[in-house]
Structures are given as structure tokens and as C-alpha cells.
């Protein structure tokens, strides 16, 4: 528990699809290298994408439950997250 980097597979500039895994209560996670349509957000502990408020800031999309703050997704559009963007692990 505590304040994480994420950041996924790259390699020579190919992009792999990368599970970044969230969990409620275990901190906040900075993730780095997201790609919308690519990598997916795995849902833990009873997590639900239903139960989450995604929110726009200057540095990127925050993603929020009801204990606070879960993730910041660096460079990404909140509006560009979506249903399938999100997966219960």
C-alpha cells in the first residue's frame, strides 16, 4: 500500500496490451504510459467500473472511488475512457 509508478511493456516503440491493476484502499498509483484502446485498467477487491468518477486535471485523467483518489492515468483525456477500458480481474 502506498504511492505506486506503473508502468507497462514497451519495447522499440510497439506498444503490448499492459493490465494496469487498481485496487481499492491500497494508495494511489501513477500510471505512465497508458494507451487508450490498448491497455486495460483491471478492476480488484470488489472494485467496479460503475463505482468509479473519472475526472479531468491538468496532468491527466484522475479515477476516483469512494475512499479517494485511485490513479492518475498521465496524458490521458478523461472522456476517452470508457466502458471497455476498464476489466474485473
Known amino acids: ?3 505506486d509508478r506503473l508502468v507497462g511493456d514497451r519495447d522499440r516503440g510497439r506498444q ?3 493490465t494496469f491493476v487498481l485496487a481499492s484502499g491500497q494508495g494511489t498509483n501513477t ?5 487508450v484502446g490498448v491497455d486495460v485498467i483491471g478492476l480488484d ?12 486535471r491538468q496532468r491527466g485523467a ?3 472511488d469512494r475512499n479517494g483518489l485511485v490513479a492518475t492515468l498521465i496524458g490521458i ?4 475512457l470508457t466502458a471497455v ?3 474485473s480481474i
Open 77 to 80: 483525456d478523461a472522456t476517452e
Open 62 to 64: 484522475e479515477v476516483r
Open 1 to 3: 500500500m502506498g504511492i
Open 16 to 18: 503490448y496490451k499492459d
Open 45 to 56: 477487491s470488489g472494485l467496479m467500473s460503475d463505482q468509479l468518477d473519472i475526472t479531468q
Open 85 to 87: 477500458s476498464f476489466a
Open 31 to 35: 500510471i505512465v504510459d497508458f494507451s
